[in-house]
């Protein structure tokens, strides 16, 4: 398999406090990959310093090329799209808009039009709800165009920063099947940070678990199932 992405040695800081120490991992072209861990423990902090939007130092080399201090434009440009903690939508604007500037990059009239289309099928609630105010949704519609918009980029690779985020248990499990779906039938890579270990290790092929910064054990997604650190702070068991 390639290598998409791989991150070597990283360190991200916020003004004099340190919060990433010395990251390593990588992702595999058509893998999904999660980063589980607790509340602190670094994980938006992991996907902000890939997008170039906290202080870094280290390495970062997406599909051949170091990108870590590039702006984040620019590597939103080489295909990485970032669904941050919260989802950000622009809840004034419409589900159409949003859908639209999603695919701003994209000089492709007509394959923007096709997709829209695709993502309106995959979703229909969106489709339903074309005009409406994107900040109108409910939690999980707004989860699903949050995906949507970030797909919209026709993305190399997708960052989703805690999907489940305050949705009821049997949206969680529906979107998470749909990143299953989107990661299979698009090839999307996809690097996934959870609190929600079950359902995500359900769909990764590998995964990560980051404390205090560090990262403290990886392995497939049925090695961590049975790491009995990870099911005794993880999985309930
Ligand atoms: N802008 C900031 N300035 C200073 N410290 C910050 C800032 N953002 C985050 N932190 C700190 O960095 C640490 C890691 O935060 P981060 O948001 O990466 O955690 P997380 O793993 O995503 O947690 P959660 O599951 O609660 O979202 C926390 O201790 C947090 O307080
Ligand atoms: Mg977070």
Redo the contacts with the bound molecule.
């Keep these: 398999m390639t290598t998409m992405l791989k991150v070597t040695n990283l360190d991200a800081r916020y003004g004099a406090i340190q919060i990433l120490r010395q990251i390593s991992f990588d992702v595999s072209e058509g893998e999904v990959v999660v980063i589980l861990g607790a509340n602190g423990a670094g994980?938006?902090t992991t996907l902000r310093a890939l997008c170039g939007m906290v202080s870094t130092s280290g390495s970062v080399n997406f599909e051949g090329q170091e990108i870590r201090g590039n702006d984040t434009a620019d590597i939103v440009r080489l295909g990485v799209a970032h669904v941050p903690?919260g989802r950000g939508t622009f809840p004034e604007l419409s589900v159409l808009d949003n859908l639209q500037l999603g695919a701003y990059v994209r000089k492709d009239r007509k394959g923007v039009e096709e997709d829209l289309e695709r993502w309106f099928d995959a979703f229909p609630r969106l489709r339903e709800r074309k005009t409406q105010a994107a900040g109108s949704l409910s939690g999980g519609e707004q989860q699903m165009l949050a995906v949507a918009r970030a797909m919209m980029a026709n993305p190399r690779l997708l960052l989703l920063?805690?999907p489940s985020l305050g949705l009821a248990p049997l949206i969680i499990e529906d979107l998470f099947r749909r990143f299953g779906e989107i990661n299979k039938e698009t090839g999307t890579t996809m690097l996934i940070?959870e609190q929600n270990a079950n359902l995500a290790l359900n769909i990764a092929d590998r995964g990560y678990v980051i404390e205090s910064g560090r990262i403290e054990v990886g392995g497939t997604a049925a090695e961590l199932r049975s790491n009995d650190a990870v099911r005794e702070a993880y999985l309930g068991a």
């Design positions: 994980k938006t903690q920063d805690e940070v």
